[in-house]
């Protein structure tokens, strides 16, 4: 298993603006991911994000709106960038470990006014 | 287009009753079912998961049940506790860490 830690828990933030949300790793791990889970909603896979490549992008997300840095096997940021209200969401982090289990972080709730 | 189909959307279940949730899938390359479990607040965790090799998995008050010519699997909750209402994720896998994840269940445990 892996223990996950995000940071913020949750903000609240003015349109136009960004938020760098961080996630913390207690082991060294592969492949780490990010979702948005928008309220009563799934999951939605924003990005892959490997240590030592560029993140790979879902369909309807693009870098320039969610930049990701993976400066090492322990952590991952998520930037939410020029923010508006259809932002608001869930951010998870999770990563891959093992033979493929997903194990997931407590989540970034974010609310863009 | 929606490849995990997840029934259904809510339920209400008395304390001591049986919890069903079915999932159906469609890409036979599946080859990892994982059931999460998401309380408030928190991030989905791992319930429970099955590969096709078998029909049942079974733990504790958990099972999952598996009919591979059907595409279908569901979650099984016995002896249904007030604490385990939560919102129930299906998911399926194959070939990749990147699971596809149902629409979720919204499961309320009345004592």
């Known amino acids: 298993s892996a223990v996950i830690s995000q940071k913020p828990s949750r903000d609240i933030c003015q349109r136009g603006t960004s938020l760098t949300i961080q996630c913390q790793v207690d082991?060294?791990?592969?492949?780490m991911f990010w979702y948005r889970q928008q309220p009563g909603q799934s999951l939605t896979l924003i990005a892959t994000?490997?240590?030592?490549?560029?993140?790979?992008?879902e369909s309807g997300f693009v870098i320039d709106k969610f930049p990701i840095s993976r400066p090492n096997l322990t952590f991952s940021t998520l930037t939410v960038s020029n923010m508006s209200p259809e932002d608001s969401s869930i951010y998870l982090c999770?990563?891959?470990?093992?033979?493929?289990?997903?194990?997931f972080g407590p989540g970034t709730r974010l609310t863009v006014l | 287009q929606q490849q995990v189909k997840q029934s259904p959307q809510s339920l209400i279940v008395q304390k001591g009753g049986i919890s069903i949730i079915n999932c159906a899938y469609e890409?036979?390359?599946?080859?990892?079912f994982p059931w999460y479990q998401q309380f408030p607040g928190k991030g989905p965790a791992l319930l429970i998961a099955?590969?096709?090799?078998?029909s049942e998995k079974k733990e504790g008050r958990f099972t999952i049940s598996f009919n591979k010519s059907a595409k279908q699997f569901s979650l099984h909750i016995m002896d249904s506790q007030p604490g385990d209402s939560a919102t129930y994720f299906c998911?399926?896998?194959?070939?990749?860490?990147?699971?596809?994840f149902g629409r979720g269940t919204s499961l309320i445990v009345h004592p």
């Open positions: 994000a490997n240590q030592g490549s560029e993140a790979t992008y």
């Open positions: 099955i590969r096709p090799d078998v």
């Open positions: 082991s060294q791990v592969t492949m």
């Open positions: 998911a399926a896998r194959g070939g990749s860490y990147i699971p596809t």
């Open positions: 890409n036979t390359a599946f080859d990892y």
């Open positions: 999770s990563v891959g470990v093992g033979d493929g289990e997903q194990f």
